[in-house]
């Protein structure tokens, strides 16, 4: 059962004329892109004025309907004239697209699939917020390690905690992948779990993410962390966010979260499209061995630019990205694990993957099956801690409660 979305959110259409060929076939391509990037998943070409499609246009056609199907999207055509059909119909192309003859048919197919799914309007005023509740138990949030030792970067092989991968469902934290520590321990790094499958940027010079997916099979794989913070259970909440502005934060996003659910501690897992992220990640592993004599803060002085690669502009932006972390309603009131795991200046701890520039499916009841699609199929590019002033594009959110 898929969710309904006005035209305005769903569709765009595109007015194309004259020939479509080799010679036209780039500035065509450009126009399915530009509204692919801006979040449309149904392109409706009226082609009323097109008078002949070569090969070339083909291509670009196809090229495009094979983006936006990955993403629950298609490519349709309006009006099509009698001589240009022709040409889609030699080409077998016919089954491959759907053709329409009036515009009422665009808006039966934004609701034909629209099923007994109640998804309720919630009122924010930094986005529009659609979002679909289950009544699912409550959660559980278990904290990894310590995070004591990182200031003074004294780590050892005494403080590694190994998880399996089958006792957890998303984390954020300080990890590496390996059979012994004498093996692992140069490739620690910003880590974050998204359905079990771990995602590791070592902190090196020259780095690039690690990762173990699990698409069959027992997850038996065992993860080493430093520290970090897990939580499991299933989804409350899914949220549909569609920021109003270009001024939509990571920080706007939580504050979003807890306006749907009253749970105290919450945690979250986000696909969006990235507007500028700003975050930071370790550029030494923090173990002693690599701490210099005499140093006691790795986050202060003469050692903070050594020790921490920090964004000062935005980066990453029209990236996929996904998240995973916990929050509080209150950061004052939090006590346990969740004290410990939040930093005392904030709200929430949050980490992030960031992939290529992909379209990904906006319809609010595939969200599991899209967050597992892009996780298990596409190609990670970074792992980051991410802070609260990242600007964030429309999404998809799904909120565990944690209770208190």
Not at 24 to 46: P, Q, S, Y
Not at 219 to 241: K, Q
Not at 297 to 303: L, P, R
Request: aromatic residues 8%.
């Amino acid at each position: 059962m898929n969710d309904p979305l006005s035209p305005e959110q769903a569709v765009d259409k595109l007015l194309l004329a004259g020939r479509i060929d080799s010679i036209t076939c780039r500035e065509i391509e450009a126009l399915f892109r530009n509204a692919i990037m801006a979040g449309k998943r149904l392109i409706v070409a009226d082609m009323t004025a097109v008078s002949y499609v070569s090969s070339a246009g083909l291509r670009v056609f196809l090229s495009v309907q094979k983006e936006l199907k990955k993403a629950g999207g298609e490519v349709c055509f309006l009006a099509c004239p009698s001589t240009v059909h022709s040409v889609f119909e030699i080409s077998g192309f016919t089954k491959i697209f759907r053709f329409l003859s009036s515009e009422n048919e665009i808006t039966r197919l934004l609701t034909s699939s629209a099923g007994e799914v109640e998804i309720k309007e919630i009122p924010y005023d930094r986005a529009a917020l659609r979002v679909l509740t289950r009544d699912i138990p409550t959660g559980s949030l278990t904290l990894i390690g310590s995070e004591e030792k990182l200031p003074s970067a004294s780590y050892g092989e005494g403080d590694v905690v190994s998880v399996r991968a089958a006792d957890m469902r998303f984390a954020a934290g300080f990890a590496a992948l390996g059979h012994s520590f004498e093996d692992y321990k140069g490739y620690f790094g910003e880590t974050i779990v998204l359905d079990g499958n771990i995602f590791v940027y070592p902190a090196l010079r020259r780095s690039a993410v690690d990762f173990i997916v699990h698409t069959e099979g027992e997850m038996g794989t065992v993860y080493h962390f430093l520290h970090g913070l897990s939580f499991t259970g299933d989804f409350a909440h899914i949220v549909s966010f569609e920021p109003g502005d270009n001024l939509f934060t990571l920080d706007a996003l939580v504050e979003s979260a807890h306006t749907v659910s009253s749970s105290p501690v919450i945690g979250i897992t986000a696909i969006f499209e990235s507007k500028g992220l700003f975050g930071m990640r370790l550029k030494k592993i923090p173990l002693e061995e690599n701490r210099r004599p005499g140093e006691e803060d790795i986050f202060s002085g003469k050692s903070f630019p050594e020790w921490v690669d920090y964004s000062i502009e935005a980066e990453d932006i029209y990236n996929l990205v996904v998240i995973a972390g916990i929050s509080a309603r209150q950061r004052d009131r939090v006590t346990g694990d969740a004290d410990r795991a939040i930093p005392r200046e904030g709200r929430a701890h949050v980490h992030a993957i960031v992939f290529d520039k992909k379209p990904f499916n906006r319809t609010i009841d595939n969200f599991t099956n899209e967050l597992r699609r892009i996780v298990t199929g596409m190609e990670p590019q970074r792992v980051i801690h991410l802070m609260g002033r990242s600007n964030i594009g429309p999404g998809l959110m799904g909120i565990v409660e944690l209770g208190g």
